[in-house]
Structure formats: structure tokens, C-alpha cells
């Protein structure tokens, strides 16, 4: 029984490390770029191709930045434009 109780602990830490290692590491992108894509109140289709050219013109003025921080900038800039 105390084997079991231990399994459970065990893939029940497991099932939650995954969890917060794809929201917050691996995923973030994903979630940052949803993000956006709600900000624009475009369809998805045209809100990619906005974020594209958005984030075109971000990585020309601010060159060697990681993917995250441009989809921040980008977001902090359309809600301070709001």
C-alpha cells in the first residue's frame, strides 16, 4: 500500500514538473504569441502575418534578442498604443 501511495506522489510530481516546464520554459512562446494574436482582434490568419512584419521590424532595430523578448516588446508596445 505504501509502495502505491509513493507511485502516485511520484507521477503526480512528474505529471506536474512537465506541466510547468511547458508553460513556462518551452512553451512560452506559444503563450506569448497567443497573447498577441488576442491583443490584435484579428483572425489568427492575419494576426500572424502582423506579428511576422511586427517582429521583422523589432529584430532590425534590435538585433541578437531571443524570440521571447521580441513577442514581449511586441506586446508591450500594443498595449501602450491602446
Known amino acids: ?3 502505491l501511495i509513493l507511485a ?7 505529471l506536474y514538473y512537465f506541466w510547468r ?10 503563450v506569448l504569441r497567443q497573447e498577441a494574436i488576442s491583443l490584435l482582434n484579428m483572425t489568427p490568419e492575419a494576426a500572424d ?8 521590424s523589432l529584430r532590425e532595430r534590435h538585433p541578437n534578442r ?8 511586441l ?4 498595449e501602450r498604443d491602446r
Open 1 to 3: 500500500m505504501g509502495v
Open 8 to 14: 502516485v506522489v511520484l507521477v503526480s510530481f512528474v
Open 21 to 30: 516546464k511547458n508553460r513556462w520554459g518551452f512553451g512560452r512562446k506559444y
Open 49 to 56: 502575418e502582423t506579428i511576422e512584419r511586427l517582429m521583422k
Open 66 to 73: 531571443s524570440e521571447e523578448w521580441y513577442l514581449e516588446k
Open 75 to 78: 506586446i508591450y508596445d500594443l
